[in-house]
């Protein structure tokens, strides 16, 4: 029977963690496995080394993929209309908790600066009441909103013009690829500000948004963005070539045939 491991999560859980110290132990562990799924470059990367010249394990990137039928562009000016935005104001929207794991007082900070120069906006959604931050995001002047129901997303997607999110590597406790959020604004054809987009397929990657080198390059970024969207136009359709849910589901189903074949053709 054909043995499929599939990690989620990055190197920064408990297993990943103990195993980064005993290269042996993944040597050990990994003996039987006949494809190993992971979600990061940084883990293809720790694998590749680690497993040396086992040929024997078929190492594949693999992502989660998105409904674009769902996820899809409306009208901007409707957009706004639907979330009660001055057709004029610029839009930065950031979806997740309001902690600094996720890199929420780096976008906070950025908005701050941002708005000194820009008529700008920015639509933090899915606080928790008790998050940390959240005095914070107020006193910035942010719209902060708690979780909603994920198709009440959309229109906030569309009324976008920036999607950011802000998680750096020495923050991060768990990561796990680009990230769902990301996937579901560029469904909705609105680019991306985060450093997770260092997992997007390096070759198109700038046609997608951009990727801030440190906290102080998040609001340089945003302000390439609302400055210049034109290289972005098509990002919907460039990030349907990897994340549909379609495509990865072939993409698991030919790696699967492989294996049947390999075990009973």
């Not at 906290?215 to 070539?241: M, Q, S």
């Amino acid at each position: 029977m054909p043995l499929v491991i599939t990690s989620h999560g990055g190197r920064y859980n408990p297993l990943m963690r103990l195993i980064d110290r005993i290269d042996l132990l993944a040597r050990i562990a990994f003996k039987n496995v006949d494809c190993l799924l992971v979600d990061t470059q940084a883990e293809k990367e720790y694998f590749s080394r680690i497993l040396g010249d086992d040929k024997r394990i078929d190492l594949q990137l693999t992502i989660v993929g998105v409904d674009f039928d769902r996820f899809k562009p409306l009208n901007k000016e409707r957009a706004k209309e639907i979330v009660r935005l001055p057709s004029q104001k610029k839009v930065i929207l950031y979806v997740g908790r309001l902690y600094k794991l996720k890199g929420a007082d780096i976008i906070i900070q950025a908005f701050k600066t941002l708005k000194k120069k820009y008529d700008v906006e920015l639509i933090m959604i899915g606080y928790h009441q008790n998050d940390p931050l959240i005095k914070d995001a107020r006193a910035a002047g942010a719209r902060i909103i708690p979780v909603i129901p994920q198709e009440q997303l959309v229109p906030y997607y569309n009324a976008a013009d920036v999607f950011v999110t802000a998680s750096f590597e020495e923050n991060v406790v768990a990561p796990g690829g680009i990230g769902m959020a990301p996937i579901e604004a560029l469904a909705c054809n609105t680019p991306v500000v985060s450093p997770s987009l260092r997992h997007f397929p390096q070759d198109d990657v700038e046609k997608v948004g951009k990727i801030p080198q440190s906290p102080e390059d998040v609001a340089k970024c945003i302000a390439g963005i609302l400055e210049d969207p034109t290289p972005y136009h098509n990002c919907r359709r460039v990030a349907r070539r990897y994340y549909d849910w379609k495509v990865v589901v072939d993409h698991l189903i030919k790696i699967y045939d492989k294996l049947f074949s390999k075990y009973y053709g």
